[in-house]
């Protein structure tokens, strides 16, 4: 089902055209984002959108989620993780799977600039394990507006699932995800001359050696393996204090099913587990019908944030109600 999720072509045709927005996170980083803004967008619930490694804003999930979540009246905002999407030219730096300053700054931003009332964060793959990381990072002070975090197949324990990835029935996987990350240097290469040194990238053969030479000393950590267990979610799962989805599957190639029976997410309240038998690795297809193209997890996360968004203005309205009264109250005291 993985494959079959991957080489599937996709079409969106009442997907309206995105409106690019940019977002500068620091003065070295600018990330882009593709936006699908409602007529009434200030008094909409918004789906940010979170790819995996490899991804951008045009993956098909990110387009399915984004497609899906306009037709129920929601904005979506389909991030560009930096160095994502061709633009490796707007930040000088690289990005890993536990990043989520830019995921932080874009929600800071809609909501105390532009204002949008209620925000709900989206992940697949590695943008799922940011997604629950970054719930985590927020704990029991998120965000007014984040009304619920949901992730697709999350690398909650990177270590487990690099060593997943580097079995021999997963060979196609990492050779593909190595040839895009090689690409990617190359091309910060074309944009930053010398900022990376590249003489030891050809004979980069796997992720983890990817991440020994450039990713964790570029971000100071000691190793990958030091990189992958600060940077998984499972490091804060017990501190999300928000509406958590996660979909996963137990017949993923590479994200093992074990760390999603760990006490830690089961004793979360907040928590809300799909543990399926099948859907392998971001895939979860169904049967389609005219009116459904068969991708289940995209349908579940639209359906989880429109009950978070319910639920979040009925208990706004309930205080409303309820402030006016202990005013007059006040008054007669």
Not at 7 to 31: C, H, I, K, S
Not at 154 to 162: D, K, R
Not at 285 to 301: K, N, P, V
Request: proline residues 7%; contains cysteine.
């Amino acid at each position: 089902m993985t494959l079959v999720g991957w080489g599937n072509p996709r079409r969106f045709p009442n997907l309206p055209e995105p409106v690019a927005r940019t977002f500068d996170v620091n003065p070295q980083t600018r990330v882009v984002a593709d936006c699908h803004w409602q007529p009434d967008a200030s008094t909409r619930p918004t789906i940010l959108a979170l790819h995996g490694l490899n991804g951008s804003s045009h993956s098909h999930y990110m387009k399915g989620i984004a497609a899906k979540a306009w037709a129920r009246g929601m904005n979506v905002v389909r991030l560009n993780q930096r160095n994502c999407g061709n633009t490796e030219h707007l930040s000088a730096g690289l990005f890993h799977s536990g990043l989520t300053e830019d995921a932080r700054h874009v929600i800071h931003e809609l909501t105390t600039v532009d204002g949008l009332p209620t925000i709900a964060v989206a992940g697949y793959s590695l943008g799922g394990n940011l997604a629950l990381k970054l719930a985590g990072e927020y704990g029991s002070a998120p965000p007014a507006a984040l009304v619920g975090v949901a992730a697709v197949s999350p690398i909650i324990e990177i270590g487990e699932c690099t060593r997943a990835l580097e079995r021999p029935q997963n060979v196609l996987y990492e050779w593909n995800f190595v040839r895009e990350l090689k690409k990617r240097m190359q091309r910060k290469e074309q944009h930053w001359p010398g900022l990376f040194d590249l003489t030891r990238l050809s004979a980069i053969r796997t992720v983890r050696e990817f991440d020994n030479v450039y990713t964790a000393p570029h971000f100071g950590f000691a190793d990958a393996e030091d990189y992958y267990y600060r940077c998984s979610a499972m490091r804060v799962a017990d501190r999300i204090g928000v509406p958590a989805l996660i979909i996963t599957a137990e017949d993923d190639p590479f994200v093992p099913p074990g760390p999603f029976r760990s006490p830690i997410l089961k004793a979360n309240p907040h928590i809300e587990l799909h543990l399926t038998k099948h859907g392998g690795h971001c895939g979860f297809l169904a049967s389609g019908t005219r009116h459904d193209d068969g991708y289940w997890a995209e349908t579940q996360i639209v359906r989880f944030v429109e009950r978070q968004h319910s639920r979040t203005s009925e208990r706004r309205s309930q205080n409303a109600e309820v402030r006016p009264e202990v005013a007059a109250l006040s008054s007669e005291l």
